[in-house]
Nanobody
Framework: QVQLVESGGGLVQAGGSLRLSCAASGRAFSNYAMGWFRQAPGKEREFVAAINWSGGITNYADSVKGRFTISRDNAKNTGYLQMNSLKPEDTAVYYC????????????????WGQGTQVTVSS
């Protein structure tokens, strides 16, 4: 019922920054928690960050804490992931997801997904 489209991925050198966007359409985006996962080649999908419906509560994986910032602008129906101090190990397809506000961790649940955007960090 909510459709998600990621954008903002690309190629960047180590130490650089990117901002990913997740544009939502459908209904009641402001009622959903929003999250980001990523999947690197040869690895399982990994939880990155999540934010509750109002933006007042956030959660981050230890691997990105202090470097990435999740945010949302409900008036624009858009979520964001600001990624700073990027490392080659951040290379992955990044997926935006939305779900109820039961939990902001990996098990959400997260029933709605975008198609992903590629982030490649070179050394």
């Amino acid at each position: 019922q909510v459709q998600l489209v990621e954008s903002g991925g690309g190629l960047v050198q180590a130490g650089g920054s990117l901002r990913l966007s997740c544009a939502a359409s459908g209904r009641a985006f402001s009622n959903y928690a929003m999250g980001w996962f990523r999947q690197a080649p040869g690895k399982e999908r990994e939880f990155v960050a999540a934010i509750n419906w109002s933006g007042g509560i956030t959660n981050y994986a230890d691997s990105v804490k202090g470097r990435f910032t999740i945010s949302r602008d409900n008036a624009k129906n858009t979520g964001y992931l600001q990624m700073n101090s990027l490392k080659p190990e951040d290379t992955a397809v990044y997926y935006c997801t939305a779900g109820p506000n039961y939990d902001l961790g990996p098990t959400g649940p997260w029933p709605t997904w975008g198609q992903g955007t590629q982030v490649t960090v070179s050394s």
